[in-house]
Each structure stands twice: as structure tokens, then as C-alpha cells.
């Protein structure tokens, strides 16, 4: 009898050949990524810190040069170019060796980059070639992600580097307009190191070298990304089969119904995002009356939102649950209409937090989504590609219209009005298709309903 008992206790602590103690440090093992995620996402915070601290230079730079008004946003379409041209290339060269050579090639040419500003070169040109570096690293930075962490933690990864980014964008903006602002930039041309010439005599030149320590910073801790172990296609030398291996991942993501939705969303909200950046710092001079060192920091208000929406959204949101969310960009976009009744800045801190938050939150989730379908249906580096070849198309499309909006002087309210509703008229289409797509054919019952989110 007392064998039966033990023998009885002893099944019911073990499940499927493991004991319960087991079991229970193998599920908690499941949700946890090892430290070298961390690392990753230490070199993506102060790459993406650098990126955006050089933008306020930059500005600040064609300003100097007395460069026409409608220049500033010509900086984010020099940037992003590379994007567009090179994408049949930066998916396949990124998945032809380790991300984490990848990632520490790309930082040293934005370093080049960052010193063609240093020595003279025209602001557009020397950021266009940090965008170069930019769209080799980005393939890296999020590819490795689908390397490197199962399906399920998709979403909360997004939301660490998707955070951290916004969490770079916030702090990018404040240390260029911290730099510029005439009384801090003159105590720190003050200091001299004992012995050495710097050769860093002006506000642009020193706040170029405060950015080219911050890539420094980046490039180091890609020298500590972990090897996935995941095997490497030898890149393809012959270019026309490149472009013919992306037009193929190109139509592939935008024929899959979730790959199509998903992609949709990414490629409108980061027009979007990337326009919404010099709409605040017009609107700001305009209805708030604040100069570029100040305005400059709303871009960080909205970045604020944008980190919470994020955090919120690796919190709550599921791969299943993430098209749930699409009717937030609708809401975003309206929201953004209320910016041409406000001439406070206590009134547009908490409303441009609003925008970044709904932002934050419907991004994240979309974007988990488009990676794990690029994944799956053609590898890490060429999803990638694709993605950033159709989000990097709509910024330079819609930047491009902004230029033209402000090279004829149309109105900033009327640019606001026009952009909300834009991008409420096309949240609210994608919605249409995915709806049309889910009576075709229930996919989403598919995915991934993991509740757990702790890193």
C-alpha cells in the first residue's frame, strides 16, 4: 500500500518523462532570451541615437548655409534612398555572413559618413551616406531577431527595439538641439584637452564629433552580437539575379493575406512617421512660435508616445491579436486633425504623446506579424529588404509631397489637415482588405496566442 501511494505521488510529479520542477524551469525558460540580446540591442540604441542626433545637426547645418526652408526635408529623402535602390542587395548581403559583421560594417560607413559633416561636405550628401549604412544595417539588426528568438517572442522583441529606437529618437533629438543651443555649445568649445589640438573649432564641428563617438560606442557592441550559428547563402555576384531574387520575395510577401496587411501598415506608418518629423518642428515655429532647439524636442514629446504605445503592445498583444489593432491608425490619423485648434504647448505636449502612443502601439504589433510571414516564406535578410524597400518608397513619397507643399508655401494647418485624413483614408482601406481576406480564408487562426511576454 504504502509502495502504490509513493509510487501514485511520484507519477503526478512527473509529466512526460520529466519531473514537474523541470518542467516548470523549462517553461520559464522559454520566455527568456539569453544576454546577448541585450547586446543587440545596445548597438540598435546608439546607432538610432546617433542617426538622429546627426538630423538636428544636420538641420542646423543647411540653416548656417542659409539653404532654402524646403531643404530640410530633402535630408530624410537623401537618407532613405539608399533604402529603395540598394534593397535588392542589403537583404542578400546581410544574410551572406554573421548579422554581427554585418551591423559593424554598416556603422563604419556611417562613421564616414559622420566625417564627410565633420570636414565640409554638404549636409544633404555626407546623410545620404550614413542612410547608405543605415540600409545595410537594418536587415542586420532585425533579421537577427528572427535568428535568434522563437516566434512567440516576436512581438515583445519588437517592442524592446521598437521602444529603445523611439527611446534613441527622444534622447537623439534633445542631445542635437542640446548641442546647437548657442550657450552650452560655446562652454563645451571652451574646453580644450591639455597638449592636443582637437581641430573642433565651431558649433557644427563639435557637435558632428559628440555623434561620431556615439557610432563609436555602436560599432563596439557589434563587435559582441552573438553568431546566430544559423547557415549563409554565399552572395550571388551576378546583380541582375539579386534584383530577380527580390522582385520574387517583393511579389511573394505582397501575395500572402497576412504578409499584404502587415506590410500595408509598416509602409504607411513610417511615411508617415518620417514626415510627421519636420510637420511638428513647422507646425511648432508656426502655432507654438518655438526656434529649432526647442521644437526639435517635441519630436522627443512624440517619440515619448511612441516608446509607451510600444511597451503597452509587447505587454498585451499577441501574434494572433496583432491585426486588432489597425483601428488605432485610423484613430491616429484623426487625432492628428486636433493639432490645428492648439496654440499651447501644454495643450500639444499631451495630444502629440496621444499620436505617438496609438502609433506605438498598432506598429509593434503589425510589424512582429511582417517579420515572422517574411520569415517564414523567404528568410530574415530578404524580408527585411522588402520591407524596407516599400516603407523607405513611402517616405520618399511622402516627404516628397511635403517638399512640394512647402516649396509652393502651403498653409502648415492645411498640410495637417491633409496629412490626417490621408492617413486615416488608407488605415481604414487596409482594413476593408483584411476583412475581405479573413471571409476568403481565416489565417490569423493560425498564429501564435502566447500569453507570456517576459523577457
Known amino acids: 500500500m504504502h509502495n502504490s501511494q509513493g509510487s501514485a505521488s511520484l507519477a503526478s510529479r512527473v509529466i512526460r518523462g520529466i519531473t514537474l520542477d523541470q518542467s516548470n524551469i523549462r517553461d520559464k525558460k522559454r520566455f527568456q532570451v539569453p544576454f546577448g540580446f541585450y547586446i543587440i540591442m545596445a548597438a540598435q540604441f546608439f546607432s538610432a541615437l546617433a542617426d538622429n542626433a546627426l538630423l538636428i545637426a544636420a538641420i542646423a547645418a543647411l540653416r548656417e548655409m542659409h539653404a532654402p526652408a524646403e531643404y530640410?526635408?530633402?535630408l530624410k529623402t537623401f537618407f532613405t534612398v539608399s533604402y529603395v535602390v540598394l534593397a535588392a542587395f542589403v537583404g542578400a548581403f546581410a544574410d551572406s555572413m554573421p548579422k554581427w559583421r554585418v551591423m559593424f560594417i554598416s556603422n563604419l560607413i556611417k562613421i564616414v559618413g559622420c566625417s564627410m559633416m565633420f570636414f565640409g561636405a554638404n549636409p544633404l550628401l555626407a546623410y545620404g551616406v550614413v542612410g547608405l549604412g543605415a540600409a545595410a544595417y537594418s536587415?542586420?539588426?532585425?533579421?537577427?531577431?528572427?535568428?535568434?528568438?522563437?516566434?512567440?517572442l516576436l512581438v515583445v522583441a519588437n517592442g524592446w527595439i521598437e521602444g529603445l529606437t523611439v527611446g534613441a529618437i527622444i534622447l537623439g533629438v534633445v542631445i542635437g538641439g542640446t548641442l546647437i543651443k548657442p550657450d552650452i555649445a560655446m562652454t563645451l568649445l571652451a574646453f580644450d584637452f591639455p597638449l592636443i589640438d582637437t581641430g573642433v573649432n565651431t558649433v557644427g564641428e563639435m557637435a558632428i564629433s559628440v555623434v561620431a563617438v556615439l557610432y563609436i560606442l555602436a560599432a563596439i557592441f557589434n563587435l559582441y552580437v552573438p553568431d546566430t550559428g544559423v547557415d549563409h547563402k554565399p552572395l550571388k555576384k551576378n546583380p541582375f539575379y539579386l534584383v530577380h531574387e527580390f522582385g520574387h520575395c517583393l511579389s511573394l510577401l505582397w501575395r500572402d493575406r497576412l504578409g499584404?496587411?502587415?506590410?500595408?501598415?509598416?509602409?504607411?506608418?513610417?511615411?508617415?512617421?518620417?514626415?510627421?518629423?519636420?510637420?511638428?518642428?513647422?507646425?511648432?515655429?508656426?502655432?507654438l512660435h518655438l526656434d529649432l532647439s526647442k521644437s526639435s524636442m517635441l519630436q522627443g514629446v512624440v517619440a515619448v508616445g511612441v516608446a509607451s504605445g510600444a511597451v503597452f503592445a509587447a505587454k498585451f498583444i499577441t501574434l494572433r491579436k496583432s491585426v486588432r489593432v489597425i483601428p488605432l491608425g485610423i484613430a491616429m490619423g484623426l487625432i492628428v486633425l486636433i493639432m490645428n485648434f492648439v496654440g499651447s504647448i501644454w495643450l500639444a505636449v499631451p495630444l502629440l504623446i496621444l499620436i505617438g502612443g496609438l502609433s506605438g502601439f498598432f506598429v509593434v504589433p503589425m510589424n512582429a506579424l511582417l517579420q515572422h510571414r517574411g520569415h517564414i516564406l523567404m528568410g530574415a535578410g530578404h524580408s527585411i529588404a522588402v520591407q524596407n524597400f516599400n516603407e523607405n518608397l513611402s517616405i520618399l513619397m511622402m516627404t516628397g509631397i511635403y517638399y512640394l507643399m512647402i516649396k509652393i508655401d502651403m498653409s502648415i494647418y492645411w498640410v495637417v489637415t491633409l496629412f490626417g485624413?490621408?492617413?486615416?483614408?488608407?488605415?481604414?482601406?487596409?482594413?476593408?482588405?483584411?476583412?475581405?481576406?479573413?471571409?476568403?480564408?481565416d489565417d490569423v487562426q493560425h498564429l501564435d496566442d502566447s500569453s507570456n511576454h517576459c523577457l
Open 72 to 74: 530640410e526635408p530633402l
Open 139 to 152: 536587415p542586420a539588426k532585425y533579421g537577427i531577431l528572427t535568428e535568434f528568438l522563437p516566434h512567440r
Open 260 to 287: 499584404q496587411i502587415s506590410l500595408a501598415v509598416t509602409t504607411l506608418f513610417w511615411g508617415a512617421a518620417s514626415t510627421l518629423q519636420f510637420i511638428v518642428i513647422k507646425w511648432s515655429e508656426v502655432a
Open 421 to 441: 485624413l490621408f492617413v486615416s483614408g488608407i488605415m481604414y482601406l487596409i482594413r476593408q482588405r483584411h476583412i475581405a481576406n479573413q471571409l476568403a480564408q
